[in-house]
């Protein structure tokens, strides 16, 4: 559907699309009056279409000047979501990409799909979880001995972690997310080592990242759940199993879990010297 | 709080009336639309701060309804609307035949690609470009879906008469 024209490019179906959507520039919008007085089948198709989108923008009209429902209320729907997330009636799976552009990751569009849908539940991550539920209880309260390596000693507390669970770690920076790191502590978790990273707000409020083997468990995507007043995100990944945990509000552990999560991520595979 | 309400409640308009030609059901779609806005507040911190507001919402709203569509069908409960692509129009009723058919009717006559492109560009005013980042394609696949779209929704709203004509062109 190209016409052979001395002075500019050939037309083609975009210029007549952008013809009938008014988006062409004067000088080219001439140059397809130019071809259309040439082949008038075109001109009456190119007439039609127009006419068409006119019909459907007017048939549809109504349904932009309704007045916005409440529920759709942007403030209504704030509040709705600082209580417990609503079970949306669609479950809402895939084609998340353009959620994640911003951070880089799944992350962020998995969790939401778990929420929705809690499939596939890894008894691995179930686990992890609770015993980081548990440690996050003991650790927590504990005024003398919260950490057993302090964050002054972060290089060593990383390498020392790492090599005992076999698998590169690091105490995820949280900076961003209000979080400094308070140190962290060797667990056991069955007959596997566990570790385990604090954090602390400056105000008291303290979360964890717990980290162990996730047996030969698939990557996850993130799991929410909450046990009395204890939120913790939990996700599998590369033979790792993650848990992160604190009593503050979805929303704000989710951005921990993804920076984390990011974090952990980018971390090499070969540790440095090999010194696993 | 107040900035996101700010730069989400001028889209909802446009977000239900895409919604609606969709779904088809004021209830459905506005339910689409709550999941969308839903969603776009949870992820807000998330979005990139250059990005085009308007596209990703319509690229939220859009890749939920994909998803429900999938799942409907998975189950068996919906009619792939490829199929119907075969399917040659119904004798016109006498409205129709006086050239009264229903806009929508032939909207729904198109695949759902088709029909986003055609809502988007035509209807929402998306740039090309906006309605690429919608649909996650290339723009020039972009520009002949809405031809085939146009070709498409030209050919049934002639009620089948033209269709024969017109394949042999």
Redesign the interface.
Known sequence: MTHERPDGPPIGEDDLQAYVDGRLPASRREAVDAYLAVYPAAAAQVALEAEQRNLLRARLSFKAQEPIPARLRVANIMADQSREPRLPSRAIAAALAWLVIGIGTGAAGMAWYERLAPLGPAATADHATSDAITAYRTYVGERLHPVEVAADQEAHLTQWLSRRLGKPLLAPNLTAQGYQLMGGRLLPAGSEPAAMFMYDDGKGNRLTVYARSGGSGEATSFRFEVQEGVSAFSWIDKGLSYVVTGRIDRDRLLSVAEAAYRQFDALPQTPAGGKL | ?NE??AL??PQ???L??YA??LVRDDEA???????T???A???W????QD?DLRA?LF??QR??F???L??RKRRGSQVDPEILDGVPAPDPRPDEAAGLR???A??DALPEEQRSV??L???EDL??EQAA?VL?LPI?TV??R??RA??K??RF?DGGRGAVLRRIK
């Open positions: 709080m996101i309400a989400l409640e909802i308009p446009g239900r009336r609606w030609a779609a506005d339910d689409l639309v709550q999941d806005l839903e969603r507040i949870a992820h911190a998330q979005r990139r990005a990703w690229a939220i890749n939920l994909i998803s429900e999938r799942r229903d806009i929508l032939g909207l055609l809502l560009v035509g209807v740039s090309y980042r996650g020039g520009m002949s809405l031809s146009r070709e929704m030209r709203m």
